[in-house]
T-cell receptor
Framework: GAGVSQTPSNKVTEKGKYVELRCDPI?????LYWYRQSLGQGPEFLIY????????DSGLPNDRFFAVRPEGSVSTLKIQRTERGDSAVYLC??????????????FGPGTRLTVT | GENVEQHPSTLSVQEGDSAVIKCTYS??????FPWYKQELGKGPQLIID?????GEKKDQRIAVTLNKTAKHFSLHITETQPEDSAVYFC????????????????FGQGTILTVHP
């Protein structure tokens, strides 16, 4: 079946602009995660949704970052007043359920964000 | 919070040799340890995982071992092939503030594996 998809695959924006990154999880997966991966590093957790609600947003670096999942499927990560330090690959993952222990997370291809 | 250390950062082997990557974690409550393979320009791909009630798990040429007492786990790849060349990440499950485990992963820094034909 279809995996996790993310759009756009690449996004170049100017410092100070607003960007939106989209994630389509695997159908039926209730849990959705956003991670950020800088060059040469492992993914770093940003936010986790269980259904429509953000169960944990402790990884969001500051209030310029916000994410929504209004219908419990597609999610959008929004970044306001982008800074050059926001440049990274933004990864989305989904899992069948997020509660009660260990559940496999499946990642999308990522969106490479470059802030000039 | 949880901290995961991974080594080596780079590993070069000849085709057919074995490769071993090791990780340590800090939070003794962690209970789930997946391994991911990431190829250039792609997202991480889950290749094997192990849960804390198991000491070893195998899947064809790949095996993972877990030592809960020492808080370390390892990935073993036997009979390596050039297509195994990629970046490998270990990860550990992190408890949330309420103490419930729900799948938030903390990743190691990655190991660049190169298999020479």
């Amino acid at each position: 079946g279809a995996g996790v998809s993310q759009t756009p695959s690449n996004k170049v924006t100017e410092k100070g602009k607003y960007v939106e990154l989209r994630c389509d999880p695997i159908s039926g997966h209730t849990a959705l995660y956003w991670y950020r991966q800088s060059l040469g590093q492992g993914p770093e957790f940003l936010i986790y949704f269980q259904g429509t609600g953000a169960a944990d947003d402790s990884g969001l670096p500051n209030d310029r970052f916000f994410a929504v999942r209004p219908e419990g499927s597609v999610s959008t990560l929004k970044i306001q007043r982008t800074e050059r330090g926001d440049s990274a690959v933004y990864l989305c993952a989904s899992s069948l359920t997020g509660s009660g222990g260990a559940h496999e997370q499946y990642f999308g291809p990522g969106t490479r964000l470059t802030v000039t | 919070g949880e901290n995961v250390e991974q080594h080596p950062s780079t590993l070069s082997v000849q085709e057919g040799d074995s490769a071993v990557i090791k990780c340590t974690y800090s939070d003794s409550a962690s209970n789930y340890f997946p391994w991911y393979k990431q190829e250039l320009g792609k997202g991480p791909q889950l290749i094997i995982d192990i849960r804390s009630n198991v000491g070893e798990k195998k899947d064809q040429r790949i095996a993972v071992t877990l030592n809960k007492t020492a808080k370390h786990f390892s990935l073993h790849i036997t009979e390596t092939q050039p297509e195994d060349s990629a970046v490998y990440f270990c990860a550990a499950n992190l408890l949330n503030r309420g103490g419930t485990s729900y799948g938030k992963l903390t990743f190691g820094q990655g190991t660049i594996l190169t298999v020479h034909p």
